[in-house]
């Protein structure tokens, strides 16, 4: 969630700082110029925490040349000024105002023209930038014939280090903010979110299920049977003891929602490990950390008190299984993995803007909103 800014403020792109080079590998690369919106403090406190857009401004002189090279996210680079030669999967012209998008994997660098080289703007989505983290640039420079080997166990500590950084941002989800702020507090604000959890939770056990019915190979069978029986029935349990529920139909959100049951009969069973251990239940554990201190057990029986410590054990069946996989998918785990948080992100967000929608409850945000000022709690009604 983003601080409230009492006033106007302007950031001039001269006075960010500048990163010129990148070291991978123990070789040096030149980058030109790289102004990374986050290493400036107006602009960190005005940007969205969660679900944010990584921005930085790049910039090569005429002739300076940004090797060829990927990255594990997708970008997106705009012309803003000047014009570039784009070298790698497609060699063109970029001019002012040309978009190039890149997929994860895929080759590509630029070269500066004359008379001016080029300034631009490189996004990525839902993701931290490329090189906010210098001391681990998110580059492999492919001036050699081959593209980004892997062996099995650099994967899999991939896989999990990449989690880690889906899990911190998670854990600071706008969702989390209603509790904090005691929004969840009345009955009726109980009542409406978990009317809107109970979409999802429905949904968990459809996906559980599908991921049983379309195993593709005996390998995968023992975890996913075993998930299937510690989960099944945990949204019964949530719907039996509650009074009053009230159908919630959001189109938004039972999208997002059924996408999870979807996919398992899209993906590999590789993947489905991926999406069900790494993504959900590691979401779970933040999720009823933050959100059980406010639903008391005799609104909702033994659903929350039967979670805790569950979710981190079906982590780590995740964790433990992946570990001794040999991978033969490796770009489809990332890009199943930044789907799956996504996508969890979107249904959060989604629950916390309906409760939001809630009367009750958006005038109680109101007010926090109007007391706080620019402290970074702070809930967009």
Not at 18 to 31: A, D, F, Q, R
Not at 98 to 120: A, C, E, R, T
Not at 351 to 362: H, Q, T
């Amino acid at each position: 969630m983003k601080q409230v800014m009492s006033n106007v403020t302007l950031v001039r792109r001269d006075d960010m700082p500048s990163m010129k080079t990148v070291t991978v590998n123990g070789v040096e690369h030149w980058l030109g110029h790289v102004k990374d919106f986050t290493k400036d403090k107006a602009l960190v406190n005005f940007l969205p925490k969660d679900n944010r857009v990584s921005i930085a401004w790049v910039r090569l002189e005429a002739g300076e040349q940004l090797d060829e090279h990927i990255h594990p996210v997708d970008s997106m680079i705009l012309i803003c000024e000047g014009g570039a030669r784009t070298l790698g999967g497609i060699q063109e012209i970029m001019n002012e105002g040309d978009i190039l998008l890149v997929p994860q994997g895929q080759p590509h660098g630029f070269i500066g023209l004359s008379p001016n080289g080029f300034w631009g703007l490189s996004l990525q989505f839902d993701s931290r930038g490329l090189y906010e983290n210098i001391s681990d640039p998110w580059a492999t420079f492919t001036n050699e014939d081959k593209i980004f080997a892997m062996n099995e166990r650099d994967t899999a500590n991939q896989l999990f280090r990449k989690n880690e950084e889906y899990m911190e941002r998670f854990d600071k989800h706008r969702l989390f903010a209603l509790v904090r702020n005691g929004l969840l507090d009345s009955v009726e604000a109980k009542g409406k979110f978990l009317d809107c959890f109970q979409v999802w939770s429905n949904y968990f056990q459809k996906m559980v299920l599908a991921r049983v019915m379309t195993i593709q190979h005996p390998i995968f069978e023992d975890l996913a049977w075993q998930h299937l029986m510690e989960e099944l029935g945990h949204n019964r349990d949530l719907a039996k003891n509650r009074e009053g529920i009230r159908s919630v139909f959001d189109p938004v959100l039972e999208a997002s929602c059924a996408w999870f049951t979807w996919k398992m009969g899209m993906i590999n069973d590789a993947s489905k490990v991926v999406l069900s251990h790494l993504v959900v239940e590691a979401s779970a554990t933040f999720f009823y950390k933050h959100i059980s201190p406010a639903i008391s057990a005799s609104t909702v029986g033994n659903h929350f008190s039967c979670h805790q410590g569950l979710d981190d054990g079906h982590v780590e069946m995740g964790y433990a299984f992946l570990r001794k996989l040999p991978f033969d998918c490796d770009q489809q785990l990332f890009e199943i993995q930044h789907q799956g948080w996504s996508m969890l992100t979107t249904i959060m967000g989604r629950i916390a803007d309906l409760v939001l929608r809630y009367p009750e409850v958006a005038n109680d945000a109101k007010n926090i909103q109007d007391n706080k000022g620019s402290h970074n709690d702070i809930l967009v009604v």
